[in-house]
């Protein structure tokens, strides 16, 4: 949930600041300004924590909404970090189905790939994650499954400018790298209970290539497109993971409001601010030291087309 979803939730369930101040065990001055907007990078904890209390209640499987026990009573179901997947219909895979697909509601601690060790979301490991079929995109974030929806145009429009013109100024930017896209698998802290898919991430450590054909370690930059599906976790739980494991440059690309988020790790080791670029701007790269940047503005006329604008 970003911070509006969060607004409007809490005006659904009817909830003041001070409600939510003593169901999340926060300050009550902290929750005012992040929920007001006034903090613009709340810690991922305080976001962790208003996300318990505002989380949407899931749907049964006869279609009504679960019944909370009491109005103050915090949501126990949605999409938690502590690794629960949100219980709604997502699509299972059996073998021996006509085309592998088969339709499945889990329970919110169940996974929805009946392939996997019945393990709760939270314990899975890379070695349960292989057990599902190629075309089965997933992440493993601290042993939790996500499943990856199918990307849009206007995802797939900026991962190939993006890409196309980070490999265009490599050489540019003085450094001996290589720009990689999803689906690549990054062990990004090196255990097996962490194996990202970022949309695009450069290597300059060739050492982090292994023989098996994936990435260990944190590259040095790597970039995320939000999609609806993906939204929170881009910039919420992914911005706290990249940072902890060592990334040093972080993009956000948002196709909706024209606009890139950036997180400078080497400038700021706490994590907590970002510069705010427009599809017009020209955005450093840090990890070149000034020596290039990239632009957005051709894809940003490719989507104004597209979207009649």
Not at 122 to 129: H, K, L, S, V
Request: with cysteine; net charge negative.
């Amino acid at each position: 949930m970003d911070i509006q979803e969060m607004q409007t939730r809490r005006k659904e369930l009817g909830y003041t600041y001070r409600m939510i101040s003593e169901l999340a065990d926060l300050p009550l001055p902290t929750v005012q300004k992040v929920l007001g907007g006034f903090t613009k990078s709340p810690r991922y904890e305080t976001i962790k924590a208003l996300e318990k209390v505002l989380a949407p209640v899931p749907s049964q499987r006869d279609g009504t909404q679960m019944e909370k026990k009491d109005s103050l009573s915090p949501p126990t179901y949605g999409p938690l970090y502590s690794g629960i997947i949100t219980a709604e219909p997502q699509t299972a895979y059996r073998t021996g189905d006509r085309g592998g697909r088969a339709r499945n509601v889990p329970g919110p601690n169940q996974s929805c790939y009946p392939l996997l060790p019945q393990k709760r979301q939270g314990e899975y490991t890379a070695a349960d994650r292989e057990s599902l079929p190629e075309e089965v995109h997933t992440e493993l974030i601290d042993g939790v499954i996500y499943d990856m929806a199918s990307p849009k145009y206007a995802h797939q429009i900026l991962v190939t400018e993006l890409l196309t013109r980070i490999n265009s100024q490599i050489e540019k930017c003085g450094r001996d790298c290589l720009a990689f896209s999803a689906p690549s698998d990054v062990w990004l802290t090196g255990d097996d209970r962490n194996v990202f898919r970022p949309d695009i991430f450069v290597v300059c450590d060739y050492g982090m290539l292994g023989e098996e054909g994936y990435v260990t370690g944190a590259p040095p930059f790597i970039i995320e497109v939000l999609s609806p599906s993906t939204r929170s976790r881009d910039l919420l739980l992914k911005a706290f993971k990249y940072h902890e494991a060592g990334v040093r440059e972080y993009w956000i690309v948002d196709p909706d409001e024209y606009r890139i988020l950036v997180y400078n790790y080497d400038r700021d080791p706490d994590g907590t601010v970002n510069m705010v670029y427009s599809f017009t701007e020209d955005v450093p790269v840090g990890i070149s030291d000034g020596k290039c940047s990239i632009n957005l503005q051709r894809a940003k006329k490719i989507l104004d087309r597209i979207r009649g604008l």
